[in-house]
């Protein structure tokens, strides 16, 4: 009789068989961004997709976009040594939209 093997080494071989690991690993990207970045800069961004190697931040201002754009390696190396890949190539910081408005500014209703 074979052994028990864990539930994380079969569900990697699945994965690994239906093709997708790499677009999880995209995923992750997106929804770590919080945890990656810090309170600090989450509070004032948001990372919206992955398309080809390019993580979409949203960010509430041109002056936010600059910020970060100073801080595009370290965020790159942070995001990819937490995936244990390669997966994001570039950064790109694109201004406006739902959710980039300062929350202290809210009245309380949904747009």
């Known amino acids: 009789?074979?052994?028990?093997?864990?539930?994380?080494?079969?569900?990697?071989?699945?994965?690994?068989?239906?093709?997708?690991?790499?677009?999880?690993?995209?995923?992750?990207?997106?929804?770590?961004?919080?945890?990656?970045?810090?309170?600090?800069?989450?509070?004032?961004?948001r990372a919206l997709r992955i398309e080809r190697g390019r993580l979409v931040v949203e960010v509430p201002s041109a002056v936010w976009a600059q910020e970060l754009s100073l801080m595009r390696r370290t965020i790159q190396q942070k995001i990819n040594r937490r995936l244990g890949s390669r997966?994001?190539?570039t950064l790109?910081?694109?201004?406006?939209?739902k959710g980039s408005h300062d929350p202290s500014d809210s009245d309380g209703r949904e747009d």
Do not use: C, N, Y
């Not at 093997?5 to 690994?16: A, F, N, Q, T």
């Open 92 to 97: 790109q910081f694109v201004v406006g939209g």
């Open 87 to 89: 997966t994001v190539e």
């Open 1 to 45: 009789m074979r052994g028990v093997e864990p539930i994380s080494r079969i569900l990697k071989g699945v994965i690994e068989d239906l093709g997708v690991a790499g677009r999880l690993a995209e995923q992750r990207a997106v929804v770590e961004w919080p945890e990656i970045v810090g309170p600090k800069v989450a509070e004032h961004s």
